[in-house]
């Protein structure tokens, strides 16, 4: 085992960290060296973390792929005039090229807010409808 760091005295230029950093915590670092039964104690545990995290994450993902997505699109009204209506009254909704549509995520988080976003939206289609010519100024980037 090293000699413990609190006691080598630093090459010249180099700061000594039993200087700047607290006893007990440069003796942890010395505890838990790479290679230590401690280090391989503590790298087995972390991997075993990651293993578990990538596995909730693969059931999350694959829970993602089998939900509906939806996108609205129309060939009467300018979508894309509609999403700028929208973002006027605090709604930030994305936007697709092909077919050229509004996406809108809503989960059971968005619940409380279902309802007004549809008000919303509604209220949106109607002042597009309203307005003659009238094209939107933004454009979808995916």
Same mark, same amino acid.
């Given at each position: 085992?090293? =000699?413990?760091?609190? =006691?080598?005295?630093?090459?010249?230029?180099?700061?000594?960290? !039993?200087?700047?950093?607290?006893?007990? $915590?440069?003796? $942890?670092?010395?505890?838990?060296?790479?290679?230590?039964?401690?280090?391989?104690?503590?790298? !087995?545990?972390?991997?075993? %973390?990651?293993? #578990?995290?990538?596995? #909730?994450?693969?059931?999350?993902? %694959?829970?993602?792929?089998?939900?509906?997505?939806?996108?609205?699109?129309?060939?009467?009204?300018?979508?894309?005039?509609?999403?700028?209506?929208m973002a006027e009254k605090g709604?930030?909704?994305?936007?697709?090229?092909?077919p050229r549509a509004i996406h809108?995520?809503?989960?059971?988080?968005?619940?409380?807010?279902?309802? #007004?976003?549809?008000?919303?939206?509604?209220? %949106?289609?109607?002042?597009?409808?309203? #307005?003659?010519? !009238?094209?939107?100024?933004?454009q979808a980037t995916y």
């Amino acid at each position: 085992m090293p =000699a413990p760091c609190c =006691a080598v005295t630093p090459p010249p230029g180099l700061v000594d960290l !039993s200087k700047t950093v607290p006893r007990d $915590w440069l003796q $942890w670092v010395d505890s838990v060296w790479m290679g230590g039964a401690d280090w391989n104690k503590r790298k !087995s545990r972390a991997r075993k %973390a990651v293993r #578990e995290i990538a596995a #909730e994450l693969i059931k999350l993902y %694959a829970a993602r792929q089998a939900t509906k997505g939806y996108a609205f699109g129309a060939d009467t009204v300018d979508v894309f005039r509609v999403s700028e209506v929208m973002a006027e009254k605090g709604w930030v909704p994305g936007l697709v090229q092909k077919p050229r549509a509004i996406h809108r995520m809503m989960s059971l988080i968005h619940a409380d807010s279902m309802d #007004e976003y549809l008000d919303d939206l509604r209220a %949106a289609v109607g002042v597009v409808r309203q #307005e003659v010519g !009238s094209t939107a100024k933004i454009q979808a980037t995916y």
